[in-house]
């Protein structure tokens, strides 16, 4: 099978190498555009043959030239730094809607043009109280989809850990003004076909895709029978594409050796039975294969398609994403990580066999953003006896990413050189834990670690009982202490089946993810007397206690002076555009106080999830910035100056 996919490429690649390049190689500089566009929040969506709408930031863009000419066609909005959702279901049609979020309300706002973006009008609705009423505390992510003037779809994710995928689909049919609420299996990327067939991307598994026949009103898992052509441990599919003649593609990406990926596109069936949408008996795949001379990004800069559009398969668009970095000595004795991000749109008009480069604002051929980012290991001399005492657990000041399937080995070393990451959350076990992870093993962890890795052990246990959470932990305190108790037994256990941990058990790091709830005594007594059961016994077993919450809820809750605090924390506090961002420290948060767990305790998670591509692999994950206890195998040399973990 594998020389099969294997000969399949090197065939195309002999063949797009008889196609001559579009583009001339020769260096220049453009002009710049007005407004500085952000490869990092860049999206674009096809409106027509030659209509585009490019999204950077807060700020819309429109060319119905292909690019030759852009104008600036964003809405005024009263929101202050808002973020920005575009649909454009028609040439003559497009919505744009704004929202900013605190820790108490929403605000968005909803505009509407039929020309092109030369006036906007609003449009008055509901979806903002909506939202509230549903939403006690912010949300991670938002999504929207118009299909026509009067059928539009929000999803609103909760702000979560990457281990869970919960949210509400807002559905209106009357142009925006009523939205009702729908219950959904997951909270990610969605795309519906019609006002009946939706499809969503399933975090768990990238085998299958959730689909819905009747509007979202109710979901089935779907599982891909891709052709043999395609078969491959490693798929990332996409969401189906409705062309103008309404055929259906699925675009898959094929993940091949160092981690090289191919994209294709299916045709399938979107309402077929579930043993499989694609018609095998007149097969429809088709290449799209960029040549590698078309990018206009640095020689060492590896990158891949982030996004497809096409309206008959012939005419082809697609946005390329990348990032480098590279590592230097810095001063204090740390790294100084200078990395280098980029995006660029190609369009190809003969179904793939010739590509040009699109011009974007600015008569740019590409965006590139440079940044440094810096990771370091305290110096600090400790005697025998706190080395032995800090085990396998060792300070880590940096960047971390957290996902919630552990990536692959070769996608993890593509990242470690090539991103600005340095630590990676592991969700190694609990009740409610919800991707499989079954590749964690103690040998796994051996080989992430000789590749650079730290790890953040994350325990998913019972939840608040005053939440929808499937597990939920008992309202008598008494009971919910012993929960506690219990899920800190297992976490030990499961840290010596991994290796994080001292060969008597002791030692260790595992952080406890106790999702947002909105409080009331009853449930704030039971979360408390949960979290003190769970730090309390890992203190009896010698093991560093950590706990996962949000910004709000630690303070909320007091996990600071329950009988024995966390030895550290993890917190979530979003408000901003998702996103990396160097400059974040873990100090100056909204809700909980700089004067709690000062002495290097701290991680901060301050995005949630969203695409970057390193290395030429991409991925969706949540951003973390640390300054706070991470985990190494036993035996491990990746700390060799330890630091002593103080609660306060």
């Known amino acids: ?270 309402k077929a039975s579930p043993k499989s949408m694609i018609q095998f008996d007149n097969l429809d795949v088709i290449p799209i294969l960029p040549s590698s001379g078309q990018k206009q990004f640095s020689s060492n800069s590896a990158n891949q398609i982030s996004k497809i559009q096409t309206q008959d398969v012939q005419d082809l668009w697609v946005s390329l994403a990348g990032g480098e970095c590279q590592n230097l000595l810095a001063a204090d004795g740390g790294i100084d990580i200078t990395c280098e991000s980029n995006w660029q749109l190609l369009r190809s008009q003969s179904g793939g066999l010739g590509w040009d480069t699109v011009s ?21 001399d400790l005697d025998e006896k706190q080395v032995q005492l800090a085990g396998v657990v060792g300070n880590f000041v940096g960047h971390a990413f957290d996902k919630c399937e552990i990536p692959t080995l070769s996608q993890l070393q593509r990242w470690y050189t090539s991103s600005p990451y340095r630590a990676v959350n592991l969700y190694i076990g609990g009740v409610s834990r919800f991707c499989s992870n079954a590749a964690l093993s103690a040998s796994y962890l051996q080989s992430m670690n000789l590749q650079g890795w730290r790890f953040i052990p994350t325990w998913v246990g019972h939840q608040a009982p005053c939440t929808n959470y499937k597990y939920p932990f008992p309202y008598d305190v008494n009971q919910a202490y012993q929960y506690g108790v219990n899920n800190a037994n297992q976490a030990r256990a499961k840290l010596i089946e991994l290796g994080l941990s001292n060969p008597d058990g002791s030692g260790g790091i595992v952080y406890l993810d106790l999702e947002h709830f909105a409080y009331s005594s009853s449930c704030s007594a039971a979360a408390r007397a949960y979290a003190n059961g769970w730090t309390t016994r890992l203190s009896q077993l010698g093991i560093y206690s950590g706990l996962y919450s949000t910004s709000s809820g630690i ?84 700390y060799r100056r330890w630091f002593p973990i103080i609660s306060k």
């Open 1 to 270: 099978m594998k020389n099969r996919i294997i000969l399949t490429t090197i065939i195309m690649f002999l063949l797009m190498s008889l196609i001559p390049f579009d583009l001339a190689m020769a260096q220049f500089n453009p002009p710049q555009a007005q407004n500085e566009l952000d490869p990092t929040d860049l999206d674009f969506g096809l409106i027509g043959d030659d209509e585009l709408w490019l999204k950077s930031g807060s700020e819309l863009y429109y060319t119905q030239n292909a690019g030759t000419e852009w104008s600036m066609i964003s809405p005024e909005t009263s929101l202050v730094g808002p973020y920005l959702l575009v649909s454009y279901p028609a040439s003559d049609l497009g919505f744009a809607l704004y929202l900013t979020q605190t820790e108490t309300t929403v605000e968005v706002e909803i505009y509407k043009t039929s020309s092109q973006g030369r006036m906007w009008s609003d449009v008055t609705g509901n979806l903002e109280e909506k939202i509230n009423q549903q939403f006690d505390h912010p949300f991670g992510e938002i999504q929207m989809q118009w299909l026509d003037e009067k059928n539009a779809m929000v999803l609103v994710k909760e702000s979560t850990s990457s281990n869970f995928s919960m949210g509400t689909l807002f559905v209106s049919t009357d142009s925006g003004k009523r939205w009702s609420a729908k219950e959904v299996p997951v909270a990610e990327n969605f795309v519906f076909l019609d006002q009946k067939v939706g499809f969503m991307l399933n975090p768990a598994d990238s085998q299958s895709l959730y689909r819905s026949l009747n509007g979202g009103k109710s979901w089935t898992l779907l599982e891909l029978d891709l052709p043999e052509i395609l078969d491959s441990s490693l798929i990332e599919p996409g969401l189906p594409i409705k062309l103008a003649d309404r055929r259906v593609y699925l675009p898959v990406k094929i993940i091949e050796g160092e981690n090289q990926g191919f994209d294709f596109l299916v045709r399938i069936e979107p």
């Open 360 to 380: 974007l604002p600015g008569e740019l051929t590409s965006i590139t953003k440079n940044f440094t980012a810096n990771a370091q290991l305290p110096e600090i």
């Open 555 to 638: 303070t909320d809750n007091r996990y600071f002076d329950i009988g024995k605090p966390p030895s550290a924390v993890w917190i979530a506090e979003w408000y901003r555009t998702p996103g990396f961002r160097p400059d974040e420290t873990v100090w100056g948060l909204r809700y909980l106080s700089d004067y709690y767990w000062v002495y290097h305790q701290r991680i901060v998670q301050y995005s949630g999830g969203h695409s970057e591509t390193w290395g030429g692999v991409k991925m969706d994950v949540d951003c973390n910035v640390a300054d706070g206890p991470t985990a190494v195998p036993y035996g491990s040399q990746q």
